[in-house]
């Protein structure tokens, strides 16, 4: 994700992201996003989500200690969840996660894995980098 994205995310979202400039031995959000921008407000009401669902039960925020691309889908990993959430919160992380097969990585629109070298969800317009 580019670097303005990045910071958006992060300013946005100081509690989830407070990790974001620990180093490497404690979090691997060190790396920044690992995935494109066309996933951004994907992952955007992700976090809105969990943030709103931890406020409004009184919960802690958990730290993200991990956002990425793998075969193809979004990848979002937390810290330490409270196990009266855990639940709730895997389930809105499942439903990013199943979304993101649906939408470009490069540029948000839809699209689907193409299957072909690199697995990648793209739309048809993006497909023909990843063949």
């Not at 990790?19 to 996003?33: A, I, Y």
């Not at 009184?58 to 990993?77: A, D, H, M, T, W």
């Amino acid at each position: 994700m580019s670097p303005e994205l990045d910071k958006q995310l992060c300013e946005k979202y100081p509690e989830l992201f407070r990790g974001r400039n620990k180093p490497m031995t404690e979090t691997l959000m060190c790396w920044g996003f690992e995935c494109g921008d066309g996933w951004y407000d994907l992952v955007d009401a992700l976090c809105f989500a969990i943030t709103e669902y931890c406020t409004s039960y009184s919960f802690k925020v958990p730290e993200v200690i991990q956002v990425k691309e793998k075969f193809g889908g979004l990848r979002f990993y937390l810290g330490v969840v409270q196990k009266e959430c855990f639940d709730a919160l895997h389930s809105l992380i499942d439903q990013a996660e199943k979304q993101s097969y649906k939408i470009c990585e490069v540029c948000g629109k839809p699209g689907e894995p193409n299957i072909g070298g690199w697995i990648k969800t793209t739309c048809e317009k993006h497909k023909q980098h990843y063949d």
